[in-house]
């Protein structure tokens, strides 16, 4: 069966940092792209960041920009995101998910991140 | 990186159809065949209902459908179901080599 673990989500101060994983299971990661979605609860969602399949290729979106990190490692049939700076506004459940082409399918449970003093 | 835009909410009556619009830009919805759609009930993690504009994951009925005219895409739902009651959200590859959802869209099934 095809599945995502995420795990690392926490509590975390304004500026702090926090490293995501996402465990692959099922499957090759390796032939796939790799996302990170994230969804304030009771909001929409909002994509985070991309990575191809041999991790030489990546892609962010601005609110996140030079802040987070996405990484995989195919050994393990895991993907990272490093996130650092963090702020409030980052606050949320972030989702992995595989990406057969630009699509998304299937999604992890989710790991919730909370950023606050 | 502007969310695609989608109307907060439609509601239909059992058996009806109800369409979902998700407009974006020629740099990302009318630029490329890459239009997703996801459903997502309270409380529960998104599923893929539609792939590349129009492709049906194996398993997702096909009452689900959906097509792009220009920079607007939609989803067609027809033969309402109680079941059918959640949040949709459109997403598209855009020119920027990234991916952008839309704001997501109520539907209540009255």
């Known amino acids: 069966e095809v599945q995502l673990v995420e795990s690392g989500g926490g509590l975390v101060q304004p500026g702090g940092s926090l490293r995501l994983s996402c465990s692959a299971y099922?499957?090759?990661?390796?032939?796939?792209?790799m996302h990170w979605v994230r969804q304030t609860p009771g909001k929409g969602l909002v994509w985070v960041s991309r990575?191809?399949?041999?991790?030489?290729?990546?892609s962010y979106a601005d609110s996140v920009k030079g802040r987070f990190t996405i990484s995989r490692d195919n050994a393990k049939n895991t993907l990272y995101l490093q996130m650092n700076s963090l702020r409030a506004e980052d606050t949320a459940i972030y989702y992995c998910?595989?990406?057969?082409?630009?699509?998304?399918?299937?999604w992890g449970q989710g790991t919730l991140v909370t950023v606050s003093s | 990186q502007s969310a695609l835009t989608q109307p907060a909410s439609v509601s239909g009556s059992p058996g009806q159809s109800i369409t979902i619009s998700c407009t974006g830009t020629?740099?990302?919805?009318?630029?490329?065949?890459?239009v997703s759609w996801y459903q997502q009930h309270p409380g529960k993690v998104p599923k893929l209902m539609i792939y590349?504009?129009?492709n049906r994951p194996s398993g997702v009925s096909n009452r689900f459908s959906g097509s792009k005219s220009g920079n607007t895409a939609s989803l067609t739902i027809s033969g309402l179901q109680a079941e059918d009651e959640a949040d949709y959200y459109c997403?598209?590859?855009?020119?920027?080599?990234?991916?952008?959802f839309g704001g997501g869209t109520k539907l209540t099934v009255l």
């Open positions: 998910a595989r990406g057969p082409g630009a699509s998304f399918d299937p």
């Open positions: 099922g499957f090759t990661s390796r032939s796939y792209w």
């Open positions: 990575i191809n399949g041999d991790g030489s290729s990546t």
């Open positions: 020629s740099s990302d919805v009318g630029g490329y065949n890459y």
């Open positions: 590349d504009v129009s």
């Open positions: 997403s598209s590859y855009t020119s920027s080599s990234s991916l952008v």
